[in-house]
């Protein structure tokens, strides 16, 4: 097994535009969890999939933002409508029943 | 009040000695609790878990909890300049769905 991996690793967007980012977690895990990180700061939770439910999510995710894990395997977070603000890590994890949570390596998202 | 704090650093300790973390939290009915050690430009990576209140040993390292005074912390033995990095505390709950909050992490320096 390879671990989470994201995709992009970089995403430069114009303000305005829409992004897209994949997540395939560790294939054995049923828990997956995005967060964003700025400079300075600890991940921020923004939601939570056990399988392809969505039990958890953060006020963030009422607004531009939104992901889904439609098949319980890999998932898909989106921003409409991008600002500035936006830019930041995005980080995916996943976890098995223990909740220990193993990280993919991030998308970096500019918005210029 | 923040959900969970941390002392930002930076902890400088000479290389060999004890390196000393400590995170609070806020919410009671947080149920486990990670250690995660982030270099800089990369994402975190888990060192411990630690679920019951008491001590857990793992190499040079050691989570302690206190769920009466909602405190967790880290040792570190044995410090290497290796070790230097950011230690971020996660707070685990569930409420429906699994919400994991992290602190802003402390920066810690091992001086050689």
């Known amino acids: 097994d390879t671990g989470v991996s994201q995709d992009p690793r970089h995403k430069i967007t114009k303000r305005g535009q829409n992004v897209t980012f994949r997540c395939d977690p560790i294939?054995?895990?049923?828990?997956l969890y995005w967060y964003r990180q700025t400079l300075g700061q600890g991940p921020e939770f923004l939601t939570y999939?056990?399988?392809?439910?969505?039990?958890?999510k953060s006020r963030l995710l009422s607004d531009r933002f939104s992901a889904e894990r439609p098949k319980g395997s890999f998932s898909t977070l989106e921003i409409q409508r991008t600002e500035q603000g936006d830019s930041a890590m995005y980080l995916c994890?996943?976890?098995?029943?223990?909740?220990?949570?193993?990280f993919g390596p991030g998308t970096r998202l500019t918005v210029t | 009040q923040k959900e969970v704090e941390q002392n930002s650093g930076p902890l400088s300790v000479p290389e060999g000695a004890i390196a000393s973390l400590n995170c609070t939290y806020s919410?009671?009915?947080?149920?486990?609790f990670f250690w995660y050690r982030q270099y800089s430009g990369k994402s975190p990576e888990l060192i411990m878990s630690?679920?019951?209140?008491g001590d857990k040993e793992d190499g040079r390292f050691t989570a302690q909890l206190n769920k009466a005074s909602q405190y967790v912390s880290l040792l570190i033995r044995d410090s290497q300049p290796s070790d230097s990095a950011t230690y971020l505390c996660?707070?685990?709950?569930?409420?429906?769905?699994?919400?994991?909050?992290f602190g802003a992490g402390t920066r810690l320096f091992v001086k050689a």
């Open positions: 994890a996943s976890s098995g029943r223990t909740n220990e949570q193993y």
């Open positions: 294939s054995e895990h049923n828990r």
């Open positions: 999939f056990q399988n392809e439910a969505q039990l958890e």
């Open positions: 919410d009671r009915v947080s149920q486990s």
């Open positions: 630690i679920y019951s209140n």
């Open positions: 996660a707070v685990n709950r569930y409420t429906g769905g699994f919400k994991t909050i």
